[in-house]
């Protein structure tokens, strides 16, 4: 069985290591837009584009036209061909939309195939440039399969994907757990513990519109304009930092510490239509944590069970199994009226999500 984790890692670049980032991002992104121009050109005169045929021609007169493309990796203006195929394989299916043109920002990458790089320790090479320092070594073994180098804000970061081979382990803890997700606390297990979020974008929100409001004063173009851009591309990167730390710990002890686990197919998209609700659902990352539990049962031998997305878990009495007919957002205590049980509904919940394994 093999599996295959992405390791991201930030990276400490020289100056010179820096500007060839920089270059590789521009050059991926000038192919992207390149190739995404001649698709929609060649669409409107009733062709039939493909990556391969526009790789060819792209190649073709890459020579005499782009020659400063061959200053960097040659996967800079090879990958994007591939990447705008699966964008438009994923629009004609309906899952993604229609794919864009990239623009010059705090968020650029390029891609690098595993011919082309080597870890060793806590350095990465890459073509046409001296050892990079990595702030950390990579923590997974197997077989190195691509890298991509990408930048946030003012950090750069390389993506290691590496296939595993090695059978997972099983969790020696043998109990259960039910997980229910909620606003109050982001989880609240069967056994009474809660995990209270960290809700990082609500306490950086009026720090975030005091900078876009000076910004929006910036003149355009001008050097303090791009000053304030970074200085928000900061913030937003922080908040995404303390959301995805707290999430990686919760995660993680569900899967150090229970053998089996349930938590509900939440309709995230269908939530966030609540415009009373949708910034604090967006604030707690429900999707990120059902992605990082995922994962992380498959590696470490977990069980785990996604209860149907109808289940009326906060409905149920986890005493006698009656069921309410309706019950508001606004009741947090749990009343059955055939038994007259009494208990917090996150916990209620919790514990009929964790009754499905029996």
């Known amino acids: ?76 203006s090879q990958q994007p061909f591939i990447f705008l195929q699966t964008a438009f394989k994923r629009f004609f299916e309906g899952t993604c939309r229609y794919p864009k043109f990239k623009k010059k920002g705090h968020q650029n990458s390029f891609y690098v195939g595993n011919d082309q790089l080597k870890v060793s320790g806590n350095r990465l090479k890459l073509p046409k440039l001296d050892a990079i320092k990595m702030h950390e070594s990579l923590r997974f073994q197997g077989e190195i399969m691509s890298a991509t180098v990408s930048r946030t804000a003012n950090k750069w970061f390389v993506s290691l994907t590496v296939k595993l081979l090695k059978v997972p382990t099983t969790c020696k803890n043998q109990t259960s757990v039910g997980v229910d997700l909620g606003i109050k606390s982001l989880a609240t297990l069967s056994n009474g513990e809660s995990f209270e979020a960290p809700k990082p974008l609500t306490k950086y929100l009026n720090k975030l519109k005091r900078l876009q409001r000076s910004l929006a004063r910036r003149k355009k173009d001008s050097h303090n304009r791009a000053k304030l851009k970074l200085k928000i591309a900061q913030v937003h990167a922080k908040i995404v930092n303390l959301r995805q730390d707290s999430l990686h710990k919760l995660t993680t002890f569900l899967t150090n510490h229970f053998a ?25 990352g429900f999707y990120e944590f059902r992605r990082q539990l995922e994962y992380k049962t498959q590696l470490k031998g977990n069980y785990l069970l996604i209860a149907d997305r109808w289940f009326p878990s906060s409905k149920i009495c986890s005493s006698c199994g009656n069921r309410k007919e309706k019950l508001k957002l606004s009741e947090r205590v749990y009343h059955c009226e055939a038994c007259g049980h009494k208990q917090d509904r996150d916990l209620n919940a919790a514990q009929n999500l964790k009754n499905l394994l029996f």
């Open 260 to 284: 089996g686990i349930v938590i509900e197919d939440l309709n995230v998209k269908g939530m966030l239509k609540n415009r009373k609700l949708s910034r604090a659902i967006a604030d707690l």
């Open 1 to 76: 069985m093999s599996i295959t984790l992405t390791h991201k890692i930030c990276l400490a670049p020289t100056i010179k290591q820096e500007q060839y980032f920089r270059k590789a991002c521009g050059t991926a992104r000038f192919t992207w837009n390149w190739a995404l121009n001649e698709w929609q050109n060649q669409s409107k005169l009733g062709l039939k584009p493909t990556a391969l045929k526009l790789k060819k021609q792209f190649n073709a007169i890459k020579p005499v036209n782009f020659p400063w493309t061959y200053e960097v990796t040659k996967y800079a």
